[in-house]
Every structure is written in C-alpha cells, then in structure tokens.
C-alpha cells in the first residue's frame, strides 16, 4: 500500500492551498476532494474580495482554477468522502467507502456547511426566490 507524505481532507480553498504548497515542496500529496468538492465557493456567485481579480469571478470558475493549479504541481484527487481517520498509529489511516489510504500526516481542512432552515426568505436573500 502506497503512504502519502501528506493526505488533505477537503478541497475548498484551504485544502486545495495545502496542496499546492506540499506538493510544491516534493512531498507525495493526495487530496479527499468528497464528491461535493470546491467547498462553499461553489454555490457563490460572485466573489469580489479575492486578490487579483479586480472585476470579481464566479466562485465555481474559480475553484475550478484551484483544482486545475493542484492537479498541475501534482496534488493526487479522489473525489470521495472520508468516513473515518485512525489518528493513534502512525502511518495514519484515512478511510473512505470504498479504500483505506495511508499518510504521514493528515491535514484537515474541511471547513463548514450551512444549514437551511426551509424558509422564502433564505433562497430570498441569496438571490434565488
């Protein structure tokens, strides 16, 4: 069984950064991306408060700049959930549904999920009511 240097839970901004800096750095990479990846961005239109684009860009477009930028240093992706990680033997276990994957170090970037409550007013106020 192959062991990473690094495996990253998450890939939103966060993750998907880890990645490109550890994988710049020579250090085997593998990425859990879920099968819902790219994190909160992709359900954001615009994004105007994100260095270097002065005239904003849509949040899919740009983690799907991120990804591509990862893949390219060399960032392995498996598009799964993690269910499960073994944090008290070294090399660390990282489980999914389908395989267990083994890292040195796991770095967990998994950021967060907001809750609808089934109200007008929420598809309202982000501009889809």
């Not at 062991?3 to 550890?22: F, Q």
């Not at 395989?99 to 501009?127: C, D, H, N």
Request: no cysteine; net charge neutral.
């Amino acid at each position: 069984m192959d062991v990473y240097d690094v495996i990253i839970i998450g890939s939103g901004p966060a993750g998907l950064t880890a990645g490109i800096y550890t994988s710049r750095a020579n250090l085997k990479t593998l990425l859990f991306a879920g099968y819902k990846w790219g994190g909160q961005l992709m359900l954001t239109t615009l994004v105007e408060n994100y260095p270097g684009f002065q005239d904003g860009i849509q949040g899919p477009e740009l983690m799907a700049s991120m990804r591509k930028q990862a893949e390219k240093f060399g960032v392995k992706m498996v598009d799964e959930d993690v269910v499960s990680v073994d944090f008290d033997n070294r090399p660390f276990k990282t489980n999914t549904t389908n395989k267990t994957y083994m890292g040195r170090a796991v770095v967990v970037a998994t950021g967060a999920e907001f809750r609808w409550l089934g109200l007008p007013s929420e598809q309202k106020l982000i501009g889809r009511g």
